[in-house]
Structure formats: structure tokens, C-alpha cells
């Protein structure tokens, strides 16, 4: 795990609440709205979100033994907002990356200090709203 269990309680409590608002606006952030798979409670999560070609990729600060990150994948996916949109995304992969390739620069040099190399990636369901009329 990248980040130790008590910073992620400190983020729980004070930090998320802070960025909550913020994180749905913010580039290279978001809010992940996602289920509890045990609980069936309705949870959002800030968390650092980057645009793919084909969906968005998280940076797992914490590990893949996240609890948002286990809901992600028990459901199969996964709404999340950012820059002030919302967008549904499907079939999450894990997976590591020691350089941290689908990152940004910038990013790649914070997270190689902190020691993150997990990685989630998952697919972004086309709007209907949005697609082209035949």
C-alpha cells in the first residue's frame, strides 16, 4: 500500500470532505459515486482521475484494497464526476505500473515518490444523449 491506513483516515474524515466539492471541478481530480457491496449505501469518494482515450484511469493512493475500490470492481463499474460532468464507466481493470506511464509527467514524479504504482482503468459507457443521429 502507497499511503499508510491513518493518513487514509485522516483523508476520510477531513480531507474528502474538503475536496468533496472542489474534486468535481478540479483537472486531474474527481468524485467517484460508487455502491457498498455489502451495505448497499450510496458512497463518493475523491480520488485523482485521468482522461484515457477510451474512459478514465485512477491513481490508487491507497492500494487496491480500497473500499471504493472494491465496490468498483463487486459492481462492474462506476459514475464519476469531473470537470462538471458525469460519466458512467464500465469494466474496471487493475493493474500496476512501475513507471506510471498513463499518467502526466508532473503526476508521475509525486506518485513515484510516494511509491504509487496501482493503477485503475475503466470504460467509458457512450452518452446516448451525445452520440451522432443516423
Same mark, same amino acid.
Request: proline residues 7%; positive net charge.
Given at each position: ?14 480531507? !474528502? ?6 474534486? !468535481? =471541478? ?21 480520488? !485523482? ?21 472494491? !465496490? ?25 505500473? /512501475? ?18 504504482? /496501482? ?10 444523449? =451525445?452520440?451522432?443521429?443516423?
Amino acid at each position: 500500500m502507497a499511503m499508510g491506513r491513518r493518513m487514509a483516515t485522516v483523508n476520510r474524515y477531513v480531507t !474528502n470532505r474538503v475536496l468533496g466539492g472542489p474534486a !468535481n =471541478r478540479l483537472p486531474g481530480f474527481g468524485v467517484v459515486h460508487h455502491v457498498g457491496r455489502r451495505s448497499g449505501r450510496h458512497y463518493r469518494t475523491p480520488v !485523482n482521475a485521468f482522461r484515457t482515450p477510451g474512459g478514465y484511469v485512477f491513481a490508487l493512493t491507497y492500494g487496491s484494497s480500497a473500499e471504493w475500490v472494491k !465496490n468498483v470492481l463487486a459492481a462492474g463499474g462506476c459514475e464519476l464526476v469531473t470537470r462538471g460532468r458525469r460519466v458512467r464507466l464500465t469494466t474496471p481493470r487493475l493493474y500496476r505500473d /512501475e513507471r506510471r506511464s498513463a499518467m502526466p509527467a508532473h503526476v508521475r514524479v509525486v506518485l513515484g515518490l510516494v511509491g504509487v504504482s /496501482e493503477f485503475l482503468e475503466l470504460t467509458r459507457v457512450p452518452d446516448p444523449e =451525445r452520440s451522432p443521429v443516423a
